[in-house]
């Protein structure tokens, strides 16, 4: 009997979800839009990606959606798919940074990879290799996705598609669409050319148009358990201490993604140091001092946003543990902690200075005598 969930090789969790598209696959009518919503870091964007292959190669040929993992690799449709040369299947994402946006025609919108489907690509296809014209940008993305992507996108659907009589669409992520674009995505949801799927990505699916959300159908991705994530972090991590593992695996919050985030910048250590600024609250401000320089300098610049991402999640777990007035002064430790954290980078604010401050939102959570 085929995996009913689809599972590829090394996929991990959310085995419900999963199985629920395949079996609206397999069922008589295939809703034309889904939305698959979750924390982000649980491998949505490549269960989406998969997802289009196993249809793309579903519709050309005799194999089932649910098809042997092996079956798929040998299928003609995973070549051309690997290459980022399907012409049946498009995405949507954020341009590389030297990418104009208002360049993007329909003959180039599959002719440049973005550089999470490319990392995608790599991991997965590592047999495979997108052919010379192909522009593969592995550097920093723009902020959003443009009107001029959207437009570009409903150009090309205007056309049948080429293999089958199927086409599929990711957007990674829903999240990232410009108002503009979101409007345009929004007209052809609203009326979907044949035999075309959109995969909508989305990690806050709450700030996504209404009439977007209304258009799919949801797919709802859910946090990792502790033990899945400690199992993933042990096969990418083989050489992490156990107190790493652990530390990041708290940080990670059930997202296997996240918590691969902070691989190698010794989140242990910085972890103990939270720990003891929450149970002391460093009256003579060692601690605080000790951090400010060990994560103000340039050099330290991948551990001191690491510590800014931690530090307000870190307060949220020891706020659960609290009651009455203490709870409301961790309550409040969070709210400037997070603003905090929102505001230091993109205002390029004193590195050695925002930490001190921060380890003062922490130290807030140490008892009173």
């Known amino acids: 009997m085929p995996d009913r969930s689809a599972a590829e090789p090394g996929f991990v969790g959310n085995e419900a979800a999963r199985a629920a598209f395949a079996d609206a696959v397999n069922g008589q009518a295939l809703h034309h839009g889904w939305l698959i919503a979750g924390p982000e870091g649980l491998g949505k964007a490549s269960f989406a990606r998969f997802a289009a292959l196993r249809l793309l190669a579903s519709a050309s040929g005799p194999e089932p959606f649910d098809m042997p993992w092996h079956r798929l ?14 012409p049946d299947y498009l995405e949507l994402a954020r341009l590389p940074g030297s990418v104009a946006p208002d360049k993007t025609s329909y003959s180039a919108l599959n002719r440049i990879v973005a550089p999470d489907r490319m990392r995608f690509l790599r991991a997965t296809f590592p047999e495979f290799s997108p052919p010379d014209e192909i522009e593969a940008k592995d550097e920093a993305v723009r902020r959003g996705i443009s009107v001029h992507q959207a437009r570009a996108l409903i150009h090309a659907t205007g056309a049948k598609p080429a293999l089958s009589s199927r086409r599929v ?8 669409l410009e108002r503009s674009a979101a409007n345009a995505l929004l007209k052809i949801l609203e009326e979907p050319p044949a035999g075309t799927i959109f995969l909508l990505v989305s990690h806050s699916p709450g700030r996504l148009l209404p009439t977007i959300r209304s258009r799919c159908r949801l797919l709802r991705f859910e946090p990792l358990s502790d033990a899945q994530i ?6 990418e991590l083989p050489d992490a201490s ?10 990670g919050e059930g997202s296997p993604g996240r918590a691969l985030r902070f691989a190698g910048l010794d989140l242990a250590a910085l972890e103990t140091e939270l720990a003891a600024l929450a149970e002391s609250g460093d009256p003579s401000n060692v601690v605080r001092a000790r951090l400010a320089k060990l994560l103000g300098t340039k050099a330290a610049q991948a551990r001191y946003e690491a510590f800014l991402d931690r530090a307000p999640s870190f307060i949220a777990e020891r706020a659960r543990s609290l009651r009455g007035t203490a709870l409301r002064e961790a309550l409040d430790a969070y709210e400037a902690a997070v603003a905090l954290a929102g505001s230091a980078v993109g205002l390029s604010l004193d590195s050695g200075a925002t930490v001190f401050e921060m ?3 922490v130290a807030r959570l140490a008892p009173r005598n």
Request: hydrophobic share 55%; net charge negative; aromatic share 2%.
């Open 242 to 251: 156990a107190a790493e593992i652990d530390a990041l695996k708290r940080a």
């Open 169 to 176: 669409v990711v957007v990674d992520s829903a999240d990232d």
């Open 230 to 235: 400690t199992a993933i972090l042990r096969a």
């Open 359 to 361: 380890s003062g939102l």
């Open 73 to 86: 690799m040998a299928d003609k449709t995973t070549r051309m798919f690997a290459a980022a040369a399907h």
